[in-house]
């Protein structure tokens, strides 16, 4: 599914499951565009999965339909068509900055310490050496985490439009919460593509500028400066231009050359050809060459990013869509790990109807022999199902969490292979423990977020479930809030 189409199903999941009332897709609107979908993707020729080819058909058809009875819904679905012209603009601006950036001085003047010049290249150098030490420093999950307004420009979602009826308001939001996220590896990767062609085009206008001035002008070389001396000069421009004179086959210069050209003094003749040759091979050899390589880089990674996207068919969703329209699979999976933890009756119930609310009407929980306290985890049993579980490593809310004991039973299951990982804890018998008795409500809040620090030290999800009130403690609409529709 290509970034289009993840983007248009994020947004009718969002319009959906926030039109409580049903007031802009009616049920029969929903039930007559699941068909209408089905039979064009039946109809139409390719080769991509025909499941996602009908949820994007639908999808494209329900905006489609909202968009012509809200005006200003159109026009912010538009927007994001706009941001790609926006993303071309920004170098060819940055050449025109470029073409302007050495005209600070004297247009007929070449300064050696040029500040405009000088700080392109430092600049660039800087950014290299930030971009090593990113690849050199330890990753860590979620490293998208806080792109923030970043990461919302890119996805089209600066300008929300305002003023829009109910359930309008309450939909977008919940359309920028979770297409932000899904979408934030792409946004880095679209900004980092632009920011680099903007670094290139910048340099290379300021080189068109040296030699475009330099056929119609005759330049002045020469240097100034209160702090620095003739030596000094001579080293920094030695170091700055070197890789330029060993590349380029450019002529160098002496110590002598370089006090001779210390302003004021009389210009030489012919002598500025060969600085202009020097200052555009280094910022075509500093600049150009490596921001367009890195430009290039990013641009075919953004490509990828772009054609990544696909449907968690284990949402509710995205699972009643497909079942609906005859596409849907044999039923996903809820795997689950007690630790120092019995599971009745009634308890295993709510976990099968928690397994029905989170994965569909077909879903079946498949309960594991529960891990004795202290315990390493043991290999659990194959088990066949349609497609990879979810799986839970279940704890009791009467527990206080143990890094050494939870934690390693947490780690034990990572390592073991399990990547759709959950922590649920169950706060029914702690509930029942409590009681009615003064307090109860903040001790409960303190023991939940003791455990939600356990699972954001291991970058887990952690749930604060109620097994005999399942119903209570995760509903449809809660579980459709808490966990995206589209995976990247």
């Known amino acids: 599914m290509n970034e289009q189409a993840a983007r248009d199903l994020v947004l009718a999941w969002a319009i959906e499951s926030r039109d409580s009332g049903q007031t802009l897709v009616t049920p029969q609107q929903r039930q007559q565009l699941g068909h209408t979908a089905r039979d064009r993707v039946h109809t139409q020729p390719g080769s991509a999965d025909l ?7 639908r999808a494209a058809l329900v905006l489609q339909g909202v968009g012509a009875q809200t005006p200003a819904f159109s026009t912010f679905v538009a927007r994001n068509k706009g941001l790609a012209a926006l993303a071309m603009g920004l170098p060819v601006a940055a050449l025109g900055v470029g073409l302007l950036v050495d005209r600070i001085g004297s247009p007929h003047r070449v300064d050696l310490l040029s500040a405009p010049l000088l700080l392109i290249v430092l600049w660039n150098l800087l950014v290299y050496a930030w971009l090593v030490g990113a690849v050199l420093k330890p990753r860590t999950r979620h490293r998208h985490a806080g792109l923030g307004w970043l990461a919302r420009w890119c996805a089209g979602l600066a300008w929300l439009p305002h003023k829009l009826p ?19 590896p792409l946004a880095r990767v679209r900004v980092l593509r632009v920011i680099h062609a903007c670094a290139a085009a910048l340099a290379l206008g300021a080189v068109a500028s040296l030699y475009a001035r330099g056929l119609l002008v005759q330049y002045q070389v020469g240097w100034e400066s209160t702090f620095l001396q003739a030596e000094q000069v001579h ?10 004179m060993w590349v380029w086959g450019v002529q160098g210069f002496s110590l002598a050359e370089v006090q001779a ?15 202009v040759h020097l200052y555009a091979g280094t910022l075509l050899l500093l ?10 880089v990013a641009y075919a990674k953004e490509r990828r990013l772009a054609q990544r996207f696909h449907a968690d068919t284990a949402h509710p969703y995205v699972r009643d869509l497909l079942d609906a329209a005859g596409l849907g699979t044999a039923g996903a999976a809820l795997r689950v790990f ?7 009756g009634p308890r295993s119930a709510g976990l099968h109807g928690l397994a029905r609310t989170l994965l569909g009407a077909q879903a079946q929980a498949l309960l594991q022999a529960s891990t004795p306290y202290g315990e390493e985890l043991a290999s659990p049993p194959a088990t066949a199902v349609a497609e990879p579980p979810l799986d839970v490593a279940l704890f009791n809310l009467s527990a206080t969490p143990e890094a050494e004991n939870h934690g390693a039973f947490l780690d034990s299951l990572v ?8 922590v649920w804890v169950d706060a029914s018998a702690y509930a029942q423990r409590l009681g009615g008795q003064s307090g109860s409500t903040e001790r409960i809040a303190q023991r939940s977020a003791l455990w939600h620090s356990l699972g954001a030290v291991r970058h887990l999800p952690v749930r604060i ?20 529709v589209v995976l990247a």
Do not use: I, M, N
Not at 262 to 271: D, K
Not at 415 to 422: A, F, K, Y
């Open 287 to 296: 600049v150009v060459l490596p921001r367009c390589v890195l430009a290039g």
């Open 415 to 422: 390592q073991q292979g399990h990547t759709r990982l959950e």
């Open 51 to 57: 499941a996602e080819r009908f949820l994007a058909e």
């Open 465 to 484: 479930v109620h097994l005999l009130q399942p119903e209570a403690s995760l509903s449809a609409q809660r579980v459709a809030q808490g966990s995206p």
């Open 166 to 184: 109910t359930p309008w308001p309450a939909a977008l939001a919940t359309f920028t919460t979770h297409w932000v996220h899904t979408s934030a």
């Open 338 to 344: 007690p630790y120092s933890f019995t599971v009745d």
């Open 235 to 244: 080293g920094l421009l030695s170091l700055l231009f070197k890789p330029a």
């Open 261 to 275: 050209l210390q302003w004021p003094q009389q210009a030489l003749a012919g002598g500025a050809a060969r600085w």
